[in-house]
């Protein structure tokens, strides 16, 4: 069974950033696309960003335009989810997948915790 598997999150202050990592049990590179997805406390999941087969295919919600980067790592076999300017209300937990949609995801993996505080 194919698996991607989350990583990276932390604890960081206001304005600071983080770099999220999705990698999979077989290539990355397999994955035409993969999204990124985030569940804060006591709210419904949401798109994050997502990207085709190369860089230059992708898109974000508008929370993330101009903070966050989804890109491609294949000699790191992951796709990475880069995030500056991290606000408090970008707490939540991170998932990624191999579609852009939330209702078309099958499988959540556990994801990945991002805390923003002070």
């Known amino acids: 069974q194919v698996q991607l598997v989350e990583s990276g999150g932390g604890l960081v202050q206001p304005g600071g950033s983080l770099r999220l990592s999705c990698t999979a049990s077989?290539?990355?590179?397999?994955?035409?696309?993969i999204g990124w997805f985030r569940q804060a406390p006591g709210k419904e999941r949401e798109g994050v960003g997502c990207i085709g087969s190369t860089d230059d295919i992708t898109n974000y919600a508008d929370f993330a335009k101009g903070r966050f980067t989804v890109s491609r790592d294949n000699a790191n076999n992951a796709v990475n989810l880069q995030m500056n300017g991290l606000k408090p209300e970008d707490t939540a937990i991170y998932y990624c997948?191999?579609?852009?949609?939330?209702?078309?995801?099958?499988?959540w993996g556990q994801g990945t915790q991002v805390t923003v505080t002070s």
């Open positions: 997948a191999d579609v852009c949609q939330v209702l078309l995801v099958d499988d």
């Open positions: 077989g290539s990355i590179q397999n994955y035409y696309i």
